[in-house]
């Protein structure tokens, strides 16, 4: 058997220095006149063992990392082309415990598989969701949508089979389905790690909400900053189209469906549904006024399905395993399972999917193995640059879009930041409302004028100008941008700020004060 090298293409590992590895790879192999065949495959998201190449061969999978250009030569002389104990050795990859103690359901072939291969990706149980859609009526499909308990991923939270009804009931002589890749929140790489690593999926779910809604076109918007994502999805698009998985008869079926990628400009506020469908549009990416729903007035006034990446990538396994198989994992109203993208200063940073209802303590501590500069976790922000900041008090929350919420914070779309003890929490709020002024889009007051004002006013109180006063401005300016804004970027910051104030009042001493406790 011809040794198989898995080498990840991923954004994530070529920045950690893959496409190095695999050109010395592939030197070796030439020099030493070695017949193997090399496969780019995604990120399994264990990044801190990227590049992590791997090798298919009698054993099996065989996992080395992280690999550097320096150990090539060394991991040919001790035979790791047949699996061979290296100090880079890290053996079935399968059992590493990062990856070990994952429920990969929407993640299950990203890693494993060739992204660009549709065989592997059939093999791989790929498109068997959509043959059992096509079979089924519409409503079926929405049904089955519904009852697996799915809500979106981008954020929000809310229910996917719910947003494709409104989609379906509604005539329309065009409808469109919009999967929102712009990804802006810090700390997240789902969507552009199953982009690159498992594209197929992707488009398989963005034509069952087609033949669920009765949407013939697709338009993926992704953010300008992954160009190999884009990259990706263009390939997969065509791949797709030719084989018949895409086009006037989806699969052979009486169903129409295609697709087209998009690419944003780059601003955080195009991720808001009504400003990435102004953006599409070709017009300034401002946040529309809703009413009309985009179900109902959505993409060039049709009614339209705009769903996130993993909510959309979801939905192949809840039609192929059924939507009991998928509600059964996760705990309360969060079924399913949720890829959280742990970021910032920690030891093990990745992409752990796992189903709801892990504390925040268990994923920080025990999955992420603590800060990586080795000093204290101080506060772990969760949810994006809208998410609020928690202490090591609230490290008993579950992981479940209930209980974030009644702790005064959110899942967002699952990136948690960590920060050490060096970390001051002042800084942090004034960074909240700086990101907001910055990336306004102008549209209401409360958001475009507040954080400006907002700004302002947290710099008065480290300068320890009237501080208590000031204190008390925050506040109030907090709750005018939390009731008054149009949408949840001005309408979100008030979290990152008043949970830096409240958990860490100690950082809101005023300068003179702080500077003595230092
Ligand atoms: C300022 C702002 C930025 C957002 N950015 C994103 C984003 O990058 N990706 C995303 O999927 N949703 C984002 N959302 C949420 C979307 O508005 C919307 O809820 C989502 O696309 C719906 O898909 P879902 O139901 O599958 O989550 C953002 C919302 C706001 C207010
Ligand atoms: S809250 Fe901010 S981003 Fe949202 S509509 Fe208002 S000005 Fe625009």
Not at 428 to 454: I, L
Not at 457 to 483: H, Q, S, W, Y
Request: with cysteine; glycine share 12%.
């Amino acid at each position: 058997m011809i040794p198989r090298i898995f080498i990840p293409d991923d954004s994530g590992a070529l920045a950690l220095g893959a496409e190095k590895v695999a050109k010395a790879i592939e030197k070796e192999l030439k020099e030493r006149g070695i017949e193997a065949k090399i496969v780019r495959n995604g990120s399994r998201g264990a990044y801190f063992l990227e590049p992590m190449v791997e090798v298919a061969c009698d054993a099996g999978r065989v996992a080395y990392g992280p690999v550097k250009v320096s150990d090539v030569k060394g991991l040919f002389d001790s035979g790791f082309l047949k699996g061979s104990h290296h100090k880079r050795w890290l053996g079935d990859p399968a059992k590493i415990p990062f990856l070990a103690k994952q429920t990969r359901l929407t993640f299950a072939r990203c890693g494993i598989t060739d992204p660009l291969s549709l065989d592997a990706y059939e093999r791989h149980g790929g498109l068997k969701g959509l043959r059992k859609a096509i079979a089924m009526q519409p409503a079926d499909i929405v049904k089955q949508v519904t009852d697996s308990g799915l809500r979106g991923r981008g954020g929000a939270g809310f229910p996917t089979g719910i947003k494709w009804k409104t989609v379906l009931d509604t005539a329309a002589d065009q409808k469109y389905i919009v999967c929102n890749a712009d990804e802006g929140d810090s700390a997240t790489f789902a969507d552009r790690m199953i982009m690159e690593g498992d594209p197929f999926v992707l488009i398989e779910g963005m034509a069952i909400a087609g033949i669920a809604t009765g949407a013939t076109k697709g338009y993926i918007y992704i953010r300008s900053e992954y160009p190999h994502a884009v990259a990706k999805m263009n390939r997969a698009v065509e791949i797709a189209r030719k084989a018949g998985v895409l086009g006037v008869k989806v699969l052979g079926s009486a169903h129409a469906f295609d697709m087209e990628v998009r690419v944003g400009a780059g601003a955080y506020v195009c991720g808001e549904e009504t400003s990435l469908l102004n953006s599409l549009e070709g017009k300034r990416g401002v946040v529309r006024a809703k009413p009309p729903l985009p179900a109902i007035q959505g993409l060039f006034g049709k009614p339209t399905v705009i769903n996130n990446v993993i909510s959309l990538a979801s939905v192949p396994i809840v039609m192929d395993k059924g939507a009991e198989y998928y509600r059964d994992f996760g705990m309360g109203r969060s079924r399913g399972t949720i890829p959280i993208q742990i970021a910032g200063n920690v030891k093990h940073g990745g992409l752990f999917e796992t189903a709801f209802g892990l504390t925040l303590g268990e994923i920080v501590d025990d999955i992420g193995g603590g800060t990586a500069s080795g000093r204290p976790v101080k506060a772990v922000q969760v949810g994006g640059p809208l998410g609020a900041y928690f202490p090591r008090g609230l490290f008993d929350t579950p992981f479940d879009y209930e209980e974030f919420a009644k702790r005064d914070g959110l899942i967002g779309h699952a990136g948690i930041t960590v920060f050490d003890d060096s970390a001051d929490m002042l800084k942090m709020a004034r960074f909240a409302m700086e990101f907001c002024a910055v990336e306004s889009c102008g549209k209401c007051t409360p958001c475009r004028v507040g954080a400006v004002r907002g700004t302002e006013t947290i710099d008065r109180i480290a300068a320890g100008i009237e501080p208590e006063k000031n204190l008390t401005l925050v506040t109030d300016l907090c709750n005018t941008m939390k009731f008054g804004s149009l949408c949840a970027l001005g309408g979100f910051t008030p979290y990152p700020v008043m949970s830096a104030l409240t958990h860490f009042p100690e950082d809101f001493k005023p300068a003179p004060v702080r500077a003595a406790a230092e």
